[in-house]
């Protein structure tokens, strides 16, 4: 095993990994599954210094010239490129929490999975206007697979929501809570479901909460979310030019790009600067002066920019479509990570949410490259 990886080749290494993924097999739990939203066909593993959920059943993965051997009972294994170890890996198993069931006798991992190594993640309503329409749906979206395979239930009710978060805290040290909704056919598009969820969530544990949705139609729901408990929010561009919006995503593109732009100069007035944040998916068909461009944009008004490598899901329209070289993320997020430093807007500043977690990406890890 090689011993003196640099730092930088870390960074650039689980760069690499991240977007071929690994080979794996005799994966059986219930800490990875197929289908759904949020991080899907991927398994937490703890490489180096650094905790990524890297994808397993993708295409690429399928291929990939990472591998790693079946890991023990503590989750342990050795990552290997074809015949060279490269490391020592842990994988995340499954939390304690999932072994119990709601007061109404649903197994508490139909209602909130483990992300990561801390993060509690919920989609509470498991369904979108536009989901089941080929001409309006996100091609990149499976939030409908889950339920489809009996993982999950369409809706989770406060009740439950609040119940999982106390014990997921109590058992497992769970860290923050992430809340993320399909959109429903209201003009506050999942504000008010959230704001129900996060009400009842914060009375029964104190926990850091992310709460994501498009823009609402009224932004006075930002500081309805504040209110209930919410520490920050999160408004997923997903792409940011006009064109690959509008092939990629034409139903969700009928909420302009300038509209985003007024909900977040709102939505910083009430979360404050860093608790704003939105996905990007690296690899739709934006270039990487068109992410950088809108990425520096957004910086300057004080909301995080959390690039991620999009990973081609199961099912999806584009679960054919290449996912994106390791040049061309690294093109991307080490200069996005030098332009975070310097706005003192780093990951570990925020208070809750993806770009928190930092799981999804390895942006966290080239903020690293530039702290002094």
Not at 131 to 137: D, F, I, L, Q, V
Not at 262 to 280: D, L, R, W
Not at 315 to 341: C, G, R
Request: glycine residues 6%; contains cysteine.
């Amino acid at each position: 095993m090689n011993t003196m990886i640099t730092k930088k080749h870390q960074y650039q290494l689980i760069n690499e990994i991240q977007t071929q993924g690994i080979r794996i097999e005799g994966l059986q739990d219930l800490s990875v599954r197929k289908g759904g939203a949020g991080p899907t066909d991927h398994k937490a593993v703890k490489i180096f210094d650094d905790t990524i959920m890297v994808p397993v059943f993708s295409q690429e993965a399928k291929y990939s010239p990472f591998y790693v051997t079946k890991p023990s009972k503590m989750g342990l294994a050795v990552l290997k490129r074809e015949e060279e170890t490269i490391a020592n890996v842990r994988f995340i198993g499954e939390p304690k929490f999932y072994k119990e069931v709601t007061s109404d006798g649903i197994p508490f991992w139909k209602i909130a999975r483990l992300h990561s190594k801390d993060v509690l993640a919920t989609t509470v309503l498991q369904n979108c206007i536009r989901y089941h329409e080929k001409e309006t749906s996100c091609q990149f979206c499976a939030i409908g697979e889950s339920l489809k395979n009996d993982l999950t239930i369409a809706y989770k009710k406060p009740q439950q929501l609040a119940e999982v978060a106390k014990r997921a805290v109590e058992l497992d040290g769970v860290r923050q809570f992430i809340m993320t909704t399909g959109t429903p056919a209201s003009s506050d598009r999942g504000a008010k479901i959230l704001f129900e969820s996060v009400l009842a969530v914060t009375k029964q544990v104190t926990i850091p909460i992310q709460v994501q949705c498009e823009p609402p139609d009224d932004f006075i729901w930002f500081q309805k979310l504040k209110e209930a408990g919410a520490s920050s929010i999160g408004m997923h561009l997903e792409a940011v030019s006009n064109r690959v919006r509008q092939q990629i995503m034409s139903g969700k593109a009928g909420v302009s790009i300038e509209f985003y732009f007024q909900a977040f100069k709102e939505a910083v007035k009430v979360f404050g600067k860093g608790n704003v944040s939105t996905y990007i998916l690296a690899g739709l068909g934006d270039t990487q002066q068109e992410i950088l461009e809108v990425s520096n944009k957004l910086i300057q008004m004080g909301v995080y920019p959390f690039v991620v490598p999009f990973v081609p899901v199961t099912n999806t329209p584009l679960e054919h479509h290449p996912a994106p070289t390791k040049e061309f993320m690294e093109s991307i997020l080490d200069p996005l990570a030098y332009s975070l430093v310097k706005a003192g807007m780093t990951s570990d500043t925020l208070a809750s949410g993806c770009a928190k977690c930092g799981a999804c990406s390895t942006l966290q890890s080239f903020e690293k490259k530039y702290v002094v």
